[in-house]
């Protein structure tokens, strides 16, 4: 069985500096993809940052990176320069095979200024 | 191109009653996915479409039942509610096995008495 777990229940970072999300997952498929999930109080669901499996180099977008450990089985997100906006949950997950998708408890990241 | 859509945005029901949550996309994708989100457990993935006229459960499908009404509409039913399903609910879609990026609607806040 797939697991994605999430450690953080709640992190805060002060507005223009770096935080990084933790994530760990657990599952016997050689081939999967990650991802990073931000649900804002709108309750809305939007794809932040993804990474296959297969991939060695670290998925970038803009402010937002990934520490992709596969031995470990480690998938971080940094997020740089925080700004306001991105106060919300944030969700690590998993798709193993072609439609199984694990998501993580989430964490809530506040953002202070 | 408004995405994904599901009505209603919230319901009360009491213990016992039926309901149907309905999801459309008009992106033309092939896969849906119905997910339960509870505090403290994240998504957890209900029933899935892989293509119309195909479903399949997910982690959670006891007291649930689904249609695919054609590509675009996705149902989820509730037979006899009770007050464990209290929940908010979301729908996703996505264009194709080889494409891992989901889309979710904005989601239907459930509450039952």
């Known amino acids: 069985a797939q697991t994605v777990t999430q450690s953080q229940p709640e992190m805060s970072v002060q507005e223009a500096e770096t935080v990084t999300l933790s994530c760990t997952y657990d599952t016997s498929e050689s081939d999967y993809y990650l991802f990073w999930y931000k649900q804002p109080p709108s309750r809305q669901m939007i794809l932040v940052i993804r990474q296959e499996a297969y991939k060695q180099q670290n998925a970038t977008e803009n402010r937002f990176s990934v520490n992709f450990q596969k031995a470990a089985k480690s998938f971080s997100l940094k997020i740089s320069d925080s700004q306001l906006g991105d106060a919300a949950m944030y969700f690590c997950?998993?798709?193993?095979?072609?439609?199984?998708?694990?998501f993580g408890t989430g964490t809530r990241l506040k953002v202070l200024a | 191109n408004a995405g994904v859509t599901q009505t209603p945005k919230f319901q009360v029901l009491k213990t016992g009653q039926s309901m149907t949550l309905q999801c459309a996309q008009d992106m033309n994708h092939n896969s849906m996915y119905w997910y339960r989100q509870d505090p403290g457990m994240g998504l957890r993935l209900i029933y899935y479409?892989?293509?119309?006229?195909?479903?399949d459960k997910g982690e959670v499908p006891n007291g649930y039942n689904v249609s695919r009404l054609n590509k675009r509409e996705f149902s989820l039913r509730l037979e006899s509610a009770a007050p464990s399903q209290t929940s908010v609910y979301f729908c996703a879609s996505r264009r194709t096995a080889g494409d891992n990026e989901q889309f979710f609607g904005p989601g239907t806040r459930l509450t039952v008495l």
């Open positions: 997950g998993i798709l193993t095979g072609t439609y199984k998708y694990i």
């Open positions: 479409s892989a293509s119309e006229g195909t479903t």
